[in-house]
Each structure stands twice: as C-alpha cells, then as structure tokens.
C-alpha cells in the first residue's frame, strides 16, 4: 500500500498562485474557500525589504488531530495515507477546525456559489445574470464550470453546514493520476509520490536536501515537505587570491 506525500520546492516557486486556482477548479470550491492557500510576509526594513511565499494545504498528517477530534469518523484516514472526509457523516460540529494547528479546513456557512444563483444582471439591459449564465453555459448546474469528477469520492459540490478540505485529489489519485495543484504548477515546484517507494522522486529530493514541516513540534507528522528556499543574497564574482 502506498504512503502518499508531497514535496514543494521553495526555491523553483515563484508564488503565481497556479495551484490555488487548479484546485478551486477542480473541486468545484465556493467562493471564500480555499483548499490550496499561501502564507506571505514581507521582512525587512526599506530598502533592504523580502518577500516570503509559502504555499500551504492540508497536511494530511499520520497522526492528524482532526481525525482524533471527529465524533462521527466523517474525518478519517485512508491506507494510503490521505486524510480524507465523508461529508454524509458530517454534523458540522467543527471539532477539527479546532483540533487542526494549520487552519486548513473551511466551514460551509452558506449554500455554495451564492454569486452564481444571483438573477440579477450585474448592469441591468447590459450584461446577463450570474443565474443566466449558468444556464446557458451549464445547463444551470451549480457554476459555468463544474467538474463531475469531484463527486466520484466526494460530494461534487459540499453543502451548508459541513467542513470540506484537501484531499490531495483523492480521486484523481484513484485513477494513477497527480493531484491537480501539482499538474498545475508551471515551476514543478511540487512534487507527489509515494514515500514507501524507494526510486520514487520524491525519495530523492528527500534525501537530497534537508526538508521541514510546519509546526513539526506537536507530533502531527505532516507528509507535506519543503525543500530549499529562495535565497536573494548577491557577492562579487572572484576567484580569490593568495
């Protein structure tokens, strides 16, 4: 059975958002709601300033807090090793947004794509309403665009009053395809494998170079990686002397 994980390469990431946008399509996500997010912050004092860009998902921790804190077992694990979510199961009680140190996992507190049940016309006599564009693009399902597959292991869209997350593409993974976000990234600054196996690349950028985890000191485990990081400095080029 394999041990799924992923690697991001901090120095090939340029922070164009690519799989953010990648995973909002392919889940079919709500408006406010991320899966696939980033921690920025610039350090530094004029003009000597930094921008850091870290992407960030869920975690899908061996040993995962949100599992733990789960009174329905709506959150869970799979083999493999994807911390994944049955939203039948789901009560919406929230326990694993609070057990979750990351902040990864969002609340439905509405029905989903508000913008897009709208009929008003955002410039009336001139454009067509949200709701009118569905219609005509998508037969009034859901958005313009949806994608069914989400729905092969997942509800294809997630209803109020339930927590939804990453699931590292659990479906597509299904088929022996890469997680979306990693399709996506113009940089291959990520990288999805199977930590069991040995010639997997993965493996090796592991073992290359020294990794970290968020908030590895509470014991969660986190099976996401980063490697490297971006390093502004300059020097005069010289051979020396003697």
């Not at 340029?14 to 399509?25: L, M, T």
Request: aromatic content about 10%; overall charge positive.
């Amino acid at each position: 059975m394999p041990k799924y994980a992923m690697v991001i390469d901090l120095q090939s990431c340029v922070g164009c958002g690519a799989c953010s946008i990648a995973c909002k399509n392919e889940n079919n996500l709500s408006e406010g709601i991320f899966w696939s997010s980033k921690i920025t912050e610039t350090v530094g004092t004029f003009p000597n300033v930094r921008y850091h860009y870290m992407p960030t998902l869920c975690n899908h921790c061996e040993d995962a807090p949100c599992v733990r804190g789960c009174p329905t077992q709506a959150m869970h694990k799979l083999d493999n090793g994807i911390t994944m979510h049955d939203t039948k199961k789901c009560i919406g009680c929230r326990y694993c947004m609070y057990n979750c140190p990351y902040g990864v996992i969002s609340f439905n507190w509405e029905k989903p794509f508000k913008f897009w049940r709208d009929d008003e016309p955002v410039l009336k006599g001139c454009t067509p309403s949200p709701q009118e564009v569905v219609r005509k693009v998508n037969n009034g399902t859901a958005t313009p665009y949806y994608n069914p597959a989400r729905a092969e292991t997942l509800a294809g869209a997630r209803p109020k009053g339930v927590v939804e997350k990453c699931t590292f593409c659990d479906h597509r993974v299904k088929r022996g395809e890469l997680p979306y976000c990693v399709e996506a990234c113009p940089a291959n600054a990520r990288v999805f494998g199977d930590l069991e196996n040995g010639t997997h690349e993965i493996k090796f950028l592991l073992g290359k170079f020294r990794a970290f985890r968020l908030k590895e000191h509470l014991g969660t485990k986190p099976k996401v990686y980063y490697i490297r990081n971006f390093n502004p400095a300059a020097y005069d080029r010289t051979k020396g002397g003697v």
